[in-house]
Nanobody
Framework: QVQLQESGPGLVKFSQTLSLTCTVS??????????WSWIRQPPGKAPEWIGA???????YYNPSLQSRTSISRDTSKNQFSLQLSAVTPEDTAIYYC??????????????WGQGTQVTVSS
């Protein structure tokens, strides 16, 4: 059974960097054709794809967030991480990590982690 678990601070100060880690069990982040994604859902809004770590070591980003986003991975720990810099209150959201094997960037993701609330204080 594949499980993903997000971890990181729930409160980040304005202009600082948000850092989250996703720990994966039951699958490997290097499994062929797999993408390991970060997604967020602000209050009252639709989910937004942030970016992904590809099994081969490439990284893909939402163009609207790319300038502030960095995704990395630690294959020895089967983890991948998100850093979002220069945060504002608009970055307040539930942040999810998820696995995808092709398909739509959001609808193709399964399973998702339980999500972690991140609030940016002004």
């Amino acid at each position: 059974q594949v499980q993903l678990q997000e971890s990181g601070p729930g409160l980040v100060k304005f202009s600082q960097t948000l850092s989250l880690t996703c720990t994966v069990s039951g699958d490997s982040i290097t499994t062929t054709n797999s993408y390991w994604s970060w997604i967020r859902q602000p209050p009252g809004k639709a989910p937004e794809w942030i970016g992904a770590s590809h099994y081969a070591g490439n990284y893909y980003y939402n163009p609207s967030l790319q300038s502030r986003t960095s995704i990395s991975r630690d294959t020895s720990k089967n983890q991948f991480s998100l850093q979002l810099s220069a945060v504002t209150p608009e970055d307040t959201a539930i942040y999810y990590c998820a696995r995808r094997y092709g398909g739509d960037l959001l609808d193709g993701c399964a399973p998702w982690g339980q999500g972690t609330q991140v609030t940016v204080s002004s």
